[in-house]
């Protein structure tokens, strides 16, 4: 029997005790497993969603507002900005592409988004069925929505007005599905994409009393906000003053708004930081007094063990070694754990086709998981080793 | 084998205990006595190189035990000492075979569990090799420490208060057992007691065979407890 077979079954003569100290240690890791898989699935999430877009121009109201709602597609618009101004953006000499985005309608809550084909293709989607629009009120479906509906080519359905379900039904303007895209892990699979003159198309067969009002409608169509790549990145500089400044709509910059937004997350995270923090160290001193009753136990197995011969190190090992199996039995619990919970969090908040894409997911952070284990069940046992250390022999020679 | 010369030892403020002057050869046996208190742990301390004395010269089976460090000294007992303490001390974690195993971690040799079938053999407790000392009968049990004491084929057994506890009967055979063990391997037979009966056995026709026994005899000591 080698040093880890014999602490395994010291620590398992209490198996009360060691199960109470491995769970306790579990939850504490499980908790920082959690909040390590969560940051890192939004911040990826973010990352993946901006997908190279240098600035959203839209109405003027929140930056954060217009990202939320025209990248990530989790907010509403705050309005609408006329189409002829956005087409004007396209030949600013700084502006690479310009990719309109109309929001206003949905399907069973999945969004209806009128853009243009360059809108899939900067998220490189590749098509599972079928094909792309060629025509108004052809729509292909990300993959999300397409499984969860039940959809495919060549079936049709009737947005709803809004852009969460239950609005009034557009009875008269049914969509045809031409196309299903493959999944990309992002935003594109839980939105329904068309042609940006679908959704003129629907709201002025609904709206327009006449020829004559339709026609009106038309001078003044408008589209939600536009999604622009800039030619240079210098263009940072000045673009954005510029939208701000000349014209009646407003610039924000992703990457800024999604920093903004992490920190704030960030603030959130801290306190179950500090949370989690705390069930460790509540756990480590559970280890503690584990192990130090345990030294006191076994005062006379101890000094049986230095009459036998045993070096005081080997001794005082066999307690880190109690404490090494502690550390790495709550770190592959507490791993496991933390993942149930990502995957519980991600089920039950219907998570998973916003921000976090839910599953298993082995990020390289969480190697600070059994890190943190090791460091806080050792340092526990570092008092109760130093007291095997020294355990009196003499006291074993006791004649009395 | 044991040779010790004007041995002395201090507890931290205390007065030194001096011991008596011991020369016993290989295969013999010292019987160890005094009342409570007089220096028979510290002597056994001593001898098993778990103290280093304050004066005086100590040497067992041949070593020098004062040249020793305390690494050295850790090796050294492991191969050469065989213990058998009055509390037998045995892991409720283990099984028998398992707690007679510490032996060999102890001495950071391999297992090797022939031996450890040999030496249960030897004491008459074969069957006992797979089961918890919890449910082992006092008897037993030393027999089971006894085994694990002579594991290592130590040239020196040193057993404390081996008696302490037993009726006649049983600390008759227990006895027996110690002397039979020590007298298969050659080894030195060290008994610390205060119980008559020991003395009354190597005394008796029953330790015959039994060669040279000394009786090293500490008178009780001035002043308040101090061996721990």
Do not use: C
Request: hydrophobic share 50%; no cysteine; charged share 15%.
């Amino acid at each position: 029997m080698n040093t880890l077979g014999l602490a395994w079954r010291y620590l398992w003569s209490r198996p009360l005790s060691s199960a109470l100290n491995v769970l306790l240690l579990a939850l504490g890791l499980a908790s920082i497993t959690f909040l390590l898989l969560v940051a890192k699935q939004v911040e990826r999430a973010f990352q993946r969603d901006l997908a190279g877009i240098d600035v959203v121009v839209g109405a003027k109201g929140s930056p954060m507002q217009l990202i939320l709602s025209g990248i990530l597609h989790l907010d509403v618009p705050p309005g609408n900005v006329p189409l002829s101004a956005v087409n004007a953006l396209k030949t600013n000499p700084l502006v690479a592409e310009v990719i309109p985005i109309s929001l206003g309608d949905n399907y069973q809550a999945y969004r209806i988004v009128g853009t243009t084909l360059a809108y899939p293709r900067l998220y490189g989607a590749t098509l599972a069925q079928g094909r792309l629009w060629e025509a108004p009120m052809q729509v292909v479906l990300g993959a999300t929505v397409a499984r969860t509906l039940g959809l495919g080519p060549g079936q049709h359905f009737v947005g709803s007005h809004g852009l969460a379900a239950g609005g009034h039904a557009h009875g008269d303007s049914a969509y045809t599905v031409v196309g299903v895209l493959a999944p990309v892990g992002g935003v594109l699979d839980r939105l329904i994409l068309t042609d940006t003159a679908s959704v003129w198309k629907v709201h002025e067969d609904y709206t327009a009393e006449d020829a004559q009002d339709r026609a009106a409608m038309e001078e003044e169509r408008e589209v939600t906000m536009a999604l622009v790549r800039y030619r240079s990145p210098l263009a940072a500089m000045s673009f954005p003053r510029w939208v701000n400044t000349s014209t009646e709509m407003q610039a924000a910059a992703p990457a800024l708004e999604v920093t903004r937004l992490l920190h704030m997350l960030g603030l959130g995270t801290d306190v179950l930081r500090a949370f989690a923090g705390l069930l460790l160290l509540t756990a480590g001193l559970s280890v503690f007094i584990a192990l130090w009753s345990a030294v006191r136990e076994r005062r006379g197995d101890l000094a049986l063990l230095r009459m036998l011969g045993a070096p005081p190190a080997r001794i005082a090992f066999l307690l880190l070694a109690e404490a090494l199996w502690l550390g790495v039995l709550a770190s592959a619990a507490g791993l496991l754990l933390g993942q149930i919970f990502m995957a519980a969090l991600v089920f039950f908040l219907g998570l998973d086709s916003a921000l976090l894409t839910g599953g298993l997911h082995w990020p390289s952070e969480l190697a600070v998981v059994p890190a943190l284990a090791l460091a806080v069940s050792l340092t526990a046992a570092l008092l109760p080793a130093w007291g095997a250390y020294r355990s009196d022999v003499l006291q074993l020679l006791q004649t009395k | 084998m044991i040779k010790t010369t004007g041995l002395e030892f201090a507890y931290p403020g205390t007065a030194a205990i001096r011991f008596p002057d011991v020369d016993i050869a290989q295969g013999a046996v010292l019987l160890l006595r005094g009342p409570s208190g007089s220096g028979k742990s510290t002597w056994l301390a001593l001898v098993a190189a778990l103290v280093r004395p304050g004066a005086g010269s100590l040497e067992v089976a041949g070593q020098n035990l004062v040249a020793l460090n305390r690494v050295q000294a850790d090796a050294w007992r492991a191969r050469t000492l065989g213990f058998l303490p009055q509390k037998l001390h045995m892991s409720a974690a283990l099984t028998v075979a398992q707690n007679l195993g510490m032996a060999f971690w102890a001495a950071g040799a391999a297992q090797d569990r022939r031996r450890i079938d040999a030496a249960l053999a030897a004491v008459g407790v074969t069957e006992l090799a797979d089961r918890l000392p919890a449910q082992l009968s006092g008897g037993q049990a030393q027999r089971v420490a006894l085994a694990r004491a002579v594991l290592m084929q130590p040239l020196v057994i040193a057993a404390d208060e081996p008696t302490a506890s037993l009726d006649d009967d049983a600390a008759r055979e227990a006895l027996h057992l110690l002397q039979s063990s020590a007298q298969r391997r050659g080894a030195t037979l060290v008994i610390a007691t205060h119980d008559a009966r020991v003395g009354d056995f190597f005394a008796g026709p029953s330790a015959a065979a039994t060669g040279h026994v000394q009786t090293l005899r500490l008178p009780r000591l001035q002043g308040p407890e101090v061996a721990v």
